[in-house]
């Protein structure tokens, strides 16, 4: 610091630091008011989070009929279960599941199975939503990269796939519709 | 001292600059008319009037929105805050009562649909040839921004709008243009859109042309600016901080320099 | 502040590997800054702060910003209405361009006045106008970016400039614009060069910087320091006096972001550009004004051009333009008059710019330029002969403590002085 020949005041050394503290703690609050709107404006935008929930509409899918739909840059897989399909899912034992997860657990309406249709081993999207793929051995899908079979529902049995074709929060506003996301 | 009220001088000389071209603008006989309305949106307290913006998204709709698009805006900016903030469902059937056009579906086909939130509004043209064509070559120019788009923003508007008058009889209007006193030239392609009770208001407020001009004005201001009720309470947070600093700042500055003056006067006599 | 305890550990160890702390406490604490600097001193900090400003909230809008020209327009709206803040960090990168030209504009008048351009200062003057350079053609290819009326139509001005240029004009507009006239491809380059140029701004404000440490900086009274009497050390006196002035300066800047942010603009450039659809009047912004008024003084194209780029470049000039010994204009009585009527003409320059180029308007914006070149080629080269400045005081200190005490010689002119020993 400067020399100086004279000896502060207590009065005026007191002031400087009260001054030093006030300007810092005003700065630090003043540089956190600003940085929140450049670490904010990152986030997903307005218009990207109007489209984070879609309404689907389900009365025209026939009974054994799946469909995709797009939902947050990902497939859905909206599957209209057939008594077979069901039976078949409900009665899998838990300790044959890698991803032990009762079927009950992952549908709200038996015949209404909807999931997110990405493979859980690296990503590839999983073949059985048109009626001429390959379904695997236990009748649900099969992901043609790496070979995991999922069952009617989307539970891996077989293959690489570490978990369950992941269930995405959706609800049924209706018997006609419901809203993913 | 002196410098320094030259300095000064100079610098006001330099504000007055821009108001000086203003009034160059303004001042001359030939030029538009208009005159600044009283707008609650002012700043720097300003606020807009939700019932207003209400009132204003009707005539857009019902009047407007027939010949100009307003594409950067979304059904669900109805709803969010700082705007005419109509209900979630409002927003829905709103939104539902515009067919959007979507696709292609599996047959490679565009279809019709209702209209969802997320979607923007309906343009009632699909392009701007078609729009000429409705509107004898005239392209009915997009609103999203318009009042930020002209000279004098929401009152040119206003004015614009309760504008149309009968031409000066010296004054030859070209085909299928309508005289206008606040349209620069004077002459405009758009015919009157507002006429006393086209829109049955419902909350009590007169159904005046004025009134019409007016929610409409403050609409489009909306528009252009959705974030104004933000931008100036971000900005009266901001500023009183800034003051506060500069103050905590000035003094810092005074109690650090205090010193040097010190040990320099002591040095004296 | 940092050192004590565990924390100077730390910067120990790193001192030792890269000297960033001790280089950055010498340039702070050791730099020998005259005491007497004033207000008009703290300009520079406020430009490097714009800088700074201006380059985060860039970056963070080209997150968001497409540069083609069928999105481009809607890509600024949307940030606008949709990203979070994104309303904030636009007006501010918008107004702050505008504030950069203010405070870099004074920056350079005080300059002026101050005879900072003088010996050894010449290459400091220099790189100065280098960044004004790198900032005109910045700001240029900013304002292109949103797509509106004026960015495609200033564009369409300013680049059809160059084929004034005898033979190869034509040839370089082409190059320029990637196309037959300004296009995809010209919005395209201009947002990558207008990302690349603010770093090359930051590389000569390091020169810049660098070079005024090596001379150090100049005072009002435009004597040199005789001695460590003269001089305080910048931190703290004037490490708070610019936090006290950046205080200021973000209020007006606020100012306009929240309460009045297109009061710099043109209501022009909200609507979407339209090659078919001349707006009634080309205005560029601003800050570009007086030259704008000067181009168009001049009845030739060329010599329009000419005079265009003459009336920047000759900046480079000054330091030999100026003749005389004395650095202050402060005493400099008869220069000090024309030097003020030279801010005044370049204001007048400036509204001239926003008009019509004609009757009257024309007229005066001939009568300005050729005041503005005069005083450069003219003035200021004669002046240095003819005057007889006012008597110089003898130091600074001498200056700063009042008229009580006597002058112990008067100090030697400029030119003889020798350049001040220790680079940073």
């Known amino acids: 610091m400067a020399n100086s020949t004279t000896a502060p005041h207590g009065g005026g050394e007191t002031r400087r630091d009260f001054l030093l503290l006030a300007t810092t703690v005003a ?80 549908v709200q309406k038996p015949e209404w199975l909807v999931m997110v249709g990405v493979c859980t081993h690296l990503g590839c999207i999983p073949k059985g939503q048109k009626s001429g793929d390959r379904k695997g051995e236990f009748g649900g899908w099969f992901c043609p990269c790496h070979g995991s079979h999922y069952d009617t529902s989307g539970r891996i049995r077989k293959g690489p796939a570490p978990n369950n074709l992941p269930v995405p929060p959706y609800k049924f506003l209706s018997d006609t519709q419901i809203q993913i996301g | 001292m002196m410098s320094t009220l030259r300095t000064v001088t100079a610098f006001l000389i330099a504000l007055s600059i821009p108001s000086l071209a203003l009034a160059e603008e303004a001042g001359n006989g030939h030029g538009p008319v208009i005159e600044a309305q009283e707008w609650s949106f ?45 209900s979630p469902e409002a927003v829905e059937t709103l939104a539902a009562q515009a067919q959007i056009t979507d696709g292609p579906n599996d047959k490679g086909e565009m279809f019709q649909r209702p209209g969802r939130p997320s979607d923007r509004f309906r343009s009632p043209y699909p392009n701007d040839q078609a729009a000429r064509v409705a509107n004898n070559g005239a392209l009915p120019p997009d609103l999203s921004v318009m009042a930020k788009a002209r000279e004098g923003g929401p009152d040119y508007i206003y004015a614009l709008l309760t504008g149309y008058e009968q031409p000066p009889a010296d004054m030859e209007m070209s085909k299928g243009m309508q005289y206008n006193t606040a349209f620069p030239g004077h002459q405009i392609a758009m015919p009157n859109p507002l006429v006393d009770g086209v829109i049955p208001y419902t909350d009590g407020t007169k159904p005046t042309v004025d009134n019409y001009a007016k929610d409409v004005s403050a609409f489009l201001m909306w528009a252009a600016e959705p974030k104004l009720e933000e931008r100036y309470k971000v900005g009266a947070r901001i500023m009183i901080f800034l003051l506060v600093f500069a103050v905590i700042m000035y003094l810092s500055k005074r109690a650090v320099w205090a010193r040097l003056h010190r040990r320099d006067h002591a040095h004296e006599a | 502040m940092a050192n004590g305890g565990t924390g100077s550990k730390v910067v120990k160890w790193v001192d030792s590997r890269l000297p960033i702390f001790s280089f950055v406490d010498h340039a702070l604490r050791e730099y020998p800054t005259p005491k007497n600097l004033s207000y008009w001193w703290n300009f520079g900090s406020l430009a490097g702060v714009v800088l700074v400003v201006m380059i985060v909230t860039g970056i963070v809008l080209a997150m968001h910003y497409t540069p083609h020209t069928t999105m481009a327009f809607d890509s600024v709206e949307r940030i606008m209405r949709d990203v979070n803040y994104g309303w904030l960090i636009r007006y501010i990168h918008m107004n702050g361009a505008s504030m950069f030209f203010i405070v870099v504009y004074i920056h350079i008048f005080r300059g002026m006045y101050y005879g900072s351009y003088k010996n050894p200062r010449e290459l400091l ?144 450039n909200y609507i979407p550009a339209n090659p078919l659809q001349t707006p009634p009047h080309i205005v560029p912004e601003w800050y570009f004004l007086p030259f704008y008024a000067i181009l168009r003084a001049i009845p030739s194209k060329l010599f329009g051009v000419i005079g265009l780029i003459g009336s920047v470049g000759i900046l480079f000039f000054v330091p030999w333009l100026d003749t005389s010994r004395i650095r202050s204009t402060s005493y400099r009585p008869i220069y000090k008059w024309f030097f003020w009527l030279f801010v005044v003409n370049c204001l007048v320059l400036g509204y001239l710019g926003a008009q019509a180029p004609e009757g009257w308007y024309l007229f005066f914006g001939r009568v300005c330029t050729i005041y503005y070149f005069g005083f450069f080629l003219v003035i200021m080269p004669l002046l240095g002969f003819i005057e007889r400045p006012k008597k110089l005081p003898g130091s600074i200190t001498q200056s700063v403590l009042g008229p009580g005490s006597h002058p112990a010689e008067a100090p030697p002119p400029v030119a003889r002085e020798p350049v001040r020993e220790g680079a940073v």
């Open chain 3, 125 to 268: 003057w220099w790189l100065g106008v280098i960044i004004y350079l790198l900032m005109m053609a910045t700001a240029f290819m900013g304002y292109v970016l949103p797509w509106g009326q004026m960015s495609f139509w200033g564009a369409t001005v300013i680049t059809k400039l160059f084929s004034a240029i005898p033979w190869v004009g034509e040839a370089i507009t082409q190059w320029l614009w990637g196309g037959f006239s300004v296009s995809n491809p010209t919005l395209n380059r201009f947002f990558s060069l207008h990302y690349l140029l603010p770093f090359a701004i930051v590389g000569v404000v390091v020169f810049h910087l660098w070079a005024l440490h090596t001379t150090k900086s100049n005072n009002p009274l435009g004597i040199d320091p005789r001695g460590p009497q003269d001089t305080i050390p910048f931190h703290p006196y004037y490490t708070v006096k610019d936090n006290f002035g950046l205080g200021v300066f973000f209020i007006i800047w606020a100012a306009f972001v929240f309460f009045a942010p297109d009061f710099f603009g043109e209501p022009d």
């Open chain 1, 27 to 106: 700065a630090g609050f003043g540089v956190a008011a600003v940085a929140w709107p450049f670490i904010d404006q990152m986030n997903p935008a307005a218009d990207t989070l109007a489209l984070g929930s879609i309404k689907v509409d389900i009365s025209k899918i026939e009974v054994g009929q799946r469909i995709t739909v797009k939902w947050r840059g990902a497939p859905v897989f909206i599957d209209h279960r057939t008594p077979e399909q069901i039976k078949a899912a409900e009665g899998a034992k838990l300790g044959d599941l890698k991803d032990p997860v009762a079927d009950k657990d992952r």
């Open chain 2, 42 to 86: 002012a700043p720097p307290f300003g606020h807009y009037d939700k019932a207003q913006l209400q009132r204003g998204y009707r005539v857009y709709k019902e009047i407007c929105a027939n010949c100009h698009s307003m594409r950067l805006l979304s059904y669900r900016n109805l709803g969010e805050p700082g705007g005419p903030g109509f």
